[in-house]
Nanobody
Framework: HVQLVESGGGSVQAGGSLRLSCTAT????????VAWFRQTPGQEREGVAA???????????IYAESVKDRFTISQDNAKNTVYLKMSSLKPEDTALYYC?????????????????RGQGTQVTVSS
């Protein structure tokens, strides 16, 4: 049984930072893709960042334009945990953030191309 559990969300003022974590049980991130998505009420889910970890020299990351240079996705293989460090936060970053695993192929930012997702952690950025 695969379970993804996010943590680290909260309320922060614009310009602040947060670090989200996503720990997996029943699933290993090594040699696989993992991603962060976010969703606000009434909006489609948005792919924020994705990572492929094939080893120290084979890590690939990709980011949505809206978060590029502000967010960093990383992985701690020993803890089987993926992180999303968010800096220079803006009110428009307010959303429920969740991680996804079990990429099936195609476009990484399409939510339907992932088999597993967590329940999410809320991030609220005030101006």
């Amino acid at each position: 049984h695969v379970q993804l559990v996010e943590s680290g969300g909260g309320s922060v003022q614009a310009g602040g930072s947060l670090r989200l974590s996503c720990t997996a049980t029943g699933y290993t991130y090594r040699n696989s893709y993992v991603a962060w998505f976010r969703q606000t009420p009434g909006q489609e889910r948005e792919g924020v960042a994705a990572l492929y970890f094939g080893g120290r020299t084979q890590t690939q990351t990709i980011y949505a334009e809206s978060v590029k240079d502000r967010f960093t996705i990383s992985q701690d293989n020993a803890k089987n945990t993926v992180y999303l460090k968010m800096s220079s936060l803006k009110p428009e970053d307010t959303a429920l953030y969740y991680c996804a695993a079990g990429f099936t192929g195609g476009l990484w930012y399409r939510p339907n191309n992932w088999n597993y997702r967590g329940q999410g952690t809320q991030v609220t950025v005030s101006s």
